[in-house]
């Protein structure tokens, strides 16, 4: 099995920084893409940002310019650096990997961590 724990969420002022790390273990052959969706009150999931095995990037339009995704190989660990971070942005944060386990490759899930931002 693999698992997937999230942590350095909390509350934060308008204006301010977040860092959330999320790192893989268990019975990992590789890792190809990692990322973070988010959830907010009352609204549906949405896609943040992701990051392949070789540090290709990509973020949703919503964050470009403000938050930033990379991750660790060696430690199996995703990172999400949010700057000037905005009320819009209060949500459960999930990470998410793309894990193979011998042969099987599947998309994995932590259990979110909340971020909320005051005005």
């Known amino acids: 099995q693999v698992q997937l724990v999230e942590s350095g969420g909390g509350l934060v002022q308008a204006g301010g920084s977040l860092r959330l790390s999320c790192a893989a273990s268990?019975?990992?052959?590789?890792?190809?893409?990692m990322g973070w969706d988010r959830q907010g009150p009352g609204k549906q999931r949405e896609y943040v940002a992701t990051i392949s095995s070789g540090g290709r990037v990509n973020l949703a339009d919503s964050v470009k310019g403000r938050f930033t995704i990379s991750r660790d190989n060696a430690k199996n660990t995703v990172y999400l650096q949010m700057n000037s971070l905005e009320p819009e942005d209060t949500a459960v944060y999930y990470c998410?990997?793309?894990?193979?386990?011998?042969?099987?490759?599947?998309?994995?899930w932590g259990q979110g961590t909340q971020v909320t931002v005051s005005s």
């Open positions: 998410n990997a793309d894990v193979t386990t011998g042969i099987r490759l599947n998309t994995y």
């Open positions: 268990g019975n990992i052959f590789s890792i190809n893409t």
